[in-house]
């Protein structure tokens, strides 16, 4: 931590200049990439599900559900049902991006994995997805993009840490 006589008024007004920024950057800039992830074709929670498995799946394809129920929990409040739900319509024929099987270790649970047609479908997520932060990037000095990345590689480090200490 880097303390000096000099930024210690600064570092006192942040946490009410970060909090300021939530709502702003959470919900209007989250939301926004989102949208562009989803696309025209999914729904928010199928859009969060292929991001989960995508970010956090095994080689970024395959799943256990009750993970998947996990991790979707942590975002939305969402009934098991509405999962199923969810992950059934990203196995469907008009939307082949999932392939859903007996998991070998255990019959109850189930193993969701991105089929090859919801490997191109998360491919078109990034790109939209970028395409849009471009427009953002666009605006910002060379400086500003990488203390904004910087920033935000830090922030990711450190909550994760947070959480588990509660």
Same mark, same amino acid.
């Given at each position: 931590?880097?303390?000096?006589?000099?930024?210690? !008024?600064?570092?006192?007004?942040?946490?009410?200049?970060?909090?300021?920024?939530?709502?702003?950057?959470?919900?209007?800039?989250?939301?926004?990439?989102? !949208?562009?992830?989803?696309?025209?074709?999914?729904? $928010?929670?199928?859009?969060?599900?292929?991001?989960?498995?995508? !970010?956090?799946?095994?080689?970024?394809?395959?799943?256990?559900?009750?993970?998947?129920?996990?991790?979707?929990?942590?975002?939305?409040?969402?009934?098991?049902?509405?999962?199923?739900?969810?992950?059934?319509?990203?196995?469907?024929?008009?939307?082949?991006?999932?392939?859903?099987?007996?998991?070998?270790?255990?019959?109850?649970?189930?193993?969701?994995?991105?089929?090859?047609?919801?490997?191109?479908?998360?491919?078109?997520?990034?790109?939209?997805?970028?395409?849009?932060?471009?427009?953002?990037?666009?605006?910002?000095?060379?400086?500003?993009?990488?203390?904004?990345? $910087?920033?935000?590689?830090?922030? !990711?480090?450190?909550?994760?840490?947070?959480?588990?200490?509660?």
């Amino acid at each position: 931590m880097n303390s000096n006589p000099g930024t210690d !008024s600064i570092r006192a007004a942040s946490p009410a200049d970060f909090l300021r920024l939530f709502y702003p950057f959470h919900y209007q800039v989250g939301s926004t990439i989102e !949208s562009a992830l989803r696309g025209e074709q999914l729904s $928010q929670h199928q859009t969060v599900i292929l991001w989960i498995i995508h !970010s956090e799946g095994e080689a970024g394809q395959i799943m256990r559900r009750k993970d998947i129920e996990a991790r979707i929990g942590l975002w939305f409040d969402i009934t098991s049902s509405a999962i199923s739900k969810a992950l059934r319509s990203l196995a469907r024929a008009e939307m082949p991006y999932l392939s859903i099987s007996e998991d070998p270790r255990s019959g109850r649970e189930k193993l969701v994995t991105l089929t090859a047609e919801g490997q191109r479908q998360i491919q078109a997520m990034i790109a939209r997805s970028e395409a849009f932060i471009a427009r953002i990037v666009a605006e910002l000095s060379d400086d500003e993009i990488r203390s904004g990345i $910087q920033f935000m590689r830090r922030v !990711s480090e450190i909550v994760p840490g947070l959480n588990r200490a509660g």
